[in-house]
């Protein structure tokens, strides 16, 4: 293992990272104090695009085809697409296009992480909420089914091409 350098591209800390899929780009979202989102080609040591979130954030993951990344948190569930310029000759970060999703009935609760489908459910983004509630939204962002857990309170995910694990209270995975 090894360090692959620093970018200090926010002033209080960073909440979460996650890496693209094609390895070239890494997304930072700050700390609820710093409230910037930043993506970074991380081998050139350059924020390739740069963008500001309106609440806490507490995770984030990259679509498998790497067009988009998917932020959650406090009532806050947000795509963010890939639309900056490829050439090397733009030198600052240019803004980066962000779309919230269509929470309907979910939208003052606390989404505690978030991952995109794999495979033939590609087309679709999960997450768990903190009252244990497993989301699901369409191609379209729209929050269009969920399921209730049964447990006090979810906190984590994971995404495979046929089954979602979802971490709960009392050590329970669902």
């Known amino acids: 293992m090894s360090s692959m ?15 693209a899929p094609n390895n070239k780009y890494i997304v930072s979202v700050g700390s609820q104090h710093d409230m910037i989102v930043n993506v ?18 507490r995770a984030v993951t ?5 067009d988009y990344f998917v932020t959650a948190g406090n009532r806050h569930i947000k795509f963010w697409y890939l639309e900056y310029p490829k050439s090397s000759k733009f030198k600052t970060a240019v803004p980066l296009p962000g779309r919230p999703a269509i929470l309907g009935e979910q939208r003052s609760n606390f ?10 459910t590609a ?4 997450t768990v909420t903190k009252s244990g509630l497993l989301c699901q939204f369409n191609s379209q962002r729209i929050l269009d089914k969920w399921v209730e857990l049964k447990t006090e309170s979810s906190s984590c995910l994971s995404v495979g091409e046929e089954f979602i694990l979802v971490g709960c209270a009392g050590g329970t995975l669902r």
């Open 5 to 19: 350098g620093c970018s200090s591209g926010h002033k209080y800390g960073v909440s979460c990272v996650a890496f």
């Open 123 to 126: 087309g679709y983004t999960y």
């Open 111 to 120: 989404f505690c992480d978030v991952a995109c489908g794999k495979g033939e």
């Open 40 to 57: 970074w080609d991380w081998r050139n040591g350059t924020k390739v695009a740069s963008n500001k979130v309106s609440s806490q954030v």
């Open 62 to 66: 990259f679509a498998e085809s790497g």
